[in-house]
C-alpha cells in the first residue's frame, strides 16, 4: 500500500507525542514493505518545499513563514502555497491512503484535495483539536476543564485570553464566534469525508460520539510503544526508600506542582525526580523549585535512552494531570518497565490504570490525597510489590501497526483507489 500522513509538526523541527507517534508508525509501516510518506508544515522564514528519505520514509516539509497562536489559527482557513505544495506531493507520492494525524496549522483545503481524488482518509484522534481550537479542553482564563464550545462564547473567550488582550474586547467576540463556528464546520466536513476514525482510548472515543462523531467508523485502538532495543538493567536496593517518578512537560496543567507539595509533607525515605524541558515555562519551574524539598530532584529534559535508563532506577511513576489527557505515553513506558503509576481520576488516565490493581488512581490536584497516597506507598511496601505484579506490558509498535495495518487493507478493498 502507498501511505501519506500528514501531521502539524514533526521531528527534529518538533518533538511531542503525536509527532514522535507519526514518526514511528511511518517506520514501522516501511519496515514492512509499504511505500509510506510524511506531509507537515515547518515553521521556517521564507517558502519552500523539502523532501528527505528518513528510514525509507518520504519527508515532505512545506513552510510559508512562521506561524503564532493567530495564524496557526487563521491557516485553517487557507493558504494558497501551503495547498499547492501539497497538491504537488500528491501527484508526485501519488498514494492510496491518507492517515491525518493532526491538521492544526494546516489548511482544511487539503483534505478537500485529497476528497477531490476520492482518496481513503483515516483519522487518528490525537486530541481535542476537532472541536476544541485549544486541542486540550483547559480554558485560557480560569484554567478549569471545559466540555466543549457553549455557542462558541466560552472560545471567543478563551482566545482573548490566549492572545493577551483585555476583557474589555469581548466587544469583538460575535466575530470570534463566527470564525470559530465557520472553523468547527469546515473541520466536521473533514470528518464526513473520512472512512474511518482512529481513539487511543475509550474515553476519547465516547468524548467524541457525544459531539456527534459517527459511532460506527470511530474505532478504538491504543497506540503502540517503542520498546528500547535493549532493556536497561534494574539496580535497586531495598534501602535505597522508594523513588517516584515524573516525565514531561512543565507546565500548570500537567499538575506537577501537586506532586511537589504533596512530598512537602512525606514521612520517610522517598524521593521525587522530576524529568522535563524547564525552558518552556521558566515561570513555572521557579515556583516549582521554590515548593520543593530536600527530597524533590530536578533532572532537566532527558532522550529517550536517558528515560529508559531512569525509569529503571525508579519505583513508582506518577501523571498529576489537571485536564484530560488523551493517552499518556508515559503510563506506557512505566508499565513497559514493570512499574505501577499513580494517576488523576480524570480522562484517558482513568481508562489506563487500574486503581488498587497496577497502581492507584487520585482526585486531581489534592493535594493531601496525593501526599496520603504517597505516604501508603512508603508505610506499606507489601503493596508496592502487589501492584508492581499486576502490571501488564503495553502493546508494542509492531503489534499496533499491524492492527493498523489491517484496517487499512479493509478499507482498500471495499474501496479501491482511483489514480
Not at 525509507?56 to 493558504?79: E, K, M
Not at 507520492?93 to 494525524?101: A, G, L, S
Not at 482518496?119 to 472541536?131: E, G, K, V
Not at 513497559?336 to 489506563?352: F, I, K, T
Request: proline content about 6%.
Amino acid at each position: 500500500m502507498r501511505i501519506l500522513h500528514i501531521v502539524h509538526q514533526y521531528p527534529p523541527d518538533k518533538i511531542g507525542g503525536a509527532e514522535l507517534y507519526t514518526q514511528a508508525v511511518s517506520r514501522a509501516l516501511a519496515r514492512r514493505g509499504h511505500a509510506v510518506a510524511v506531509f507537515y508544515r515547518r515553521d521556517a522564514p521564507g517558502r519552500g518545499l523539502s523532501k528527505r528519505d528518513e528510514d525509507g520514509v518520504q519527508v515532505y516539509a512545506a513552510w510559508d513563514g512562521a506561524a503564532g497562536t493567530a495564524r496557526r489559527f487563521l491557516l485553517t482557513f487557507g493558504n494558497r502555497f501551503l495547498h499547492q505544495a501539497f497538491r504537488q506531493v500528491l501527484e508526485e507520492f501519488r498514494p492510496e491512503i491518507i492517515h491525518i494525524q493532526h491538521l492544526m496549522g494546516l489548511p482544511v483545503s487539503l483534505a478537500d484535495e485529497v476528497h477531490r481524488r476520492s482518496l481513503l482518509i483515516i483519522i487518528t484522534l490525537h486530541d481535542y483539536w476537532w472541536i476544541c481550537a485549544n486541542a486540550q479542553l483547559l480554558t485560557n482564563y480560569s484554567g478549569e476543564i471545559c466540555e466543549g464550545p457553549r455557542g462558541y462564547w466560552n472560545c471567543a473567550r478563551c482566545a482573548l485570553a490566549r492572545t493577551g488582550l483585555p476583557t474589555a474586547m469581548m466587544a469583538i467576540s460575535p466575530l470570534l464566534i463566527t470564525a470559530f463556528s465557520h472553523r468547527n464546520r469546515l473541520l466536521r466536513q473533514v470528518v464526513d469525508t473520512a472512512h474511518l476514525l482512529i481513539a487511543p482510548t475509550e474515553f476519547v472515543r465516547r468524548w467524541y460520539i457525544s459531539y456527534g462523531f459517527p459511532e460506527e467508523q470511530t474505532i478504538l485502538l491504543p497506540h503502540g510503544l517503542e520498546y528500547p532495543a535493549e532493556s536497561p538493567q534494574r539496580h535497586r536496593s531495598s534501602n535505597e526508600g522508594i523513588r517516584f517518578l515524573y516525565v514531561g512537560g512543565l507546565s500548570w496543567q500537567k499538575g506537577v506542582h501537586t506532586l511537589v507539595e504533596a512530598f512537602a509533607g512525606v514521612q520517610g525515605s522517598a524521593e521525587l525526580w522530576i524529568a522535563g524541558d524547564e525552558s518552556v515555562e521558566p515561570g513555572y519551574v521557579t515556583h516549582l523549585r521554590t515548593l520543593a524539598g530536600p527530597n524533590v530532584r530536578f533532572l532537566g529534559r532527558l532522550s529517550r535512552e536517558e528515560v529508559w535508563k531512569t525509569l529503571a532506577q525508579v519505583d513508582v511513576v506518577v501523571v498529576p494531570s489537571l485536564w484530560y489527557e488523551t493517552y499518556s505515553f508515559l503510563i506506557s513506558e512505566a508499565f513497559a518497565a514493570g512499574l505501577p503509576v499513580l494517576a488523576s481520576r480524570l480522562g484517558a488516565l482513568a481508562d489506563r490504570v487500574r486503581d488498587s490493581v497496577d497502581g492507584l488512581l487520585l482526585p486531581p490536584g489534592d493535594v493531601p490525597a496525593w501526599r496520603a497516597a504517597i505516604q501508603r506507598l512508603i508505610d506499606e511496601p507489601d503493596l508496592l510489590a502487589r501492584l508492581r505484579a499486576n502490571v501488564r506490558p503495553p502493546m508494542t509498535m509492531e503489534e499496533h501497526v499491524a492492527h493498523l495495518e489491517a484496517l487499512y487493507a479493509q478499507i482498500v478493498d471495499r474501496n479501491p483507489a482511483s489514480w
